[in-house]
Antibody, heavy 122, light 106 residues
């Protein structure tokens, strides 16, 4: 059974930093691209960042480019999102999501974690 | 970036009704479209990918159609467990972009 478990969310002041983690199980993590998708309270879904299976290529939404960094440790089956220079508008539930393509990228998501809440407020 | 729109923003329907949700892309995406269902406090769940392919385990009352810029999600006979918000997402390229959602109220 595929499982994705996010952690690391919490309350942070504007301008602060945070690192989110997503621990994967139930599939060969190193074979699949992964993404982070966020959802502000009461709002829709916004793709934030993606990373290919090897970690060799990364992608970012314009809204986070230069402030967030996605990475992965395939030896630990873990995906990360480092958040810097946080703003109130970054407040959201952050989901990690798995791409269905084995050694490729399909740009949609067949499994999602339960999410971790990041609140940016003074 | 490819922009996605959906209509209606909400729909109220009864058990057994046929429900149709439309999604439009700002440019042609062939059939690179996914549909998700999200219930309150839960993660989205993949229903349909590549425009019309049913994800494993999803009931056959859900179907997707369309190509190019115009797509449709149909629930052929609405069940009580189908309440929630439905999102379309273009899967042609990054940045992946989602529609604003359609809330289905039973």
């Amino acid at each position: 059974e595929v499982q994705l478990l996010e952690s690391g969310g919490g309350l942070v002041q504007p301008g602060g930093s945070l690192r989110l983690s997503c621990t994967a199980s139930g599939f060969t993590f190193s074979n699949y691209a992964m993404s982070w998708v966020r959802q502000a309270p009461g709002k829709g879904l916004e793709w934030v960042s993606g990373i290919l299976e090897s970690g060799g290529r990364t992608y970012y939404a314009d809204s986070v480019k230069g402030r967030f960094t996605i990475s992965r440790d395939n030896s630990k089956n873990t995906l990360y999102l480092q958040l810097h220079s946080l703003r109130a508008e970054d407040t959201a539930v952050y989901y990690c999501a798995k791409d269905p393509a084995d050694y490729g990228v399909s740009y949609y998501f067949d499994f999602w974690g339960q999410g971790t809440l990041v609140t940016v407020s003074s | 970036d490819i922009q996605m729109t959906q209509s209606p923003s909400s729909v109220s329907a009864s058990v057994g009704d046929r429900v149709t949700i439309t999604c439009q892309a700002s440019q042609g995406i062939v059939s690179w479209l996914a549909w998700y269902q999200q219930k309150p406090g839960k993660a989205p769940k993949l229903l349909i990918y590549e425009g019309s392919r049913l994800q494993s385990g999803v009931p056959s009352r859900f179907s997707g159609s369309g190509s190019g810029t115009d797509f449709t999600l149909t629930i052929s006979s609405l069940q009580s467990e189908d309440f929630g918000t439905y999102f379309c997402q273009q899967s042609k390229d990054f940045p992946a972009t989602f529609g604003p959602g359609t809330k289905v109220v039973i």
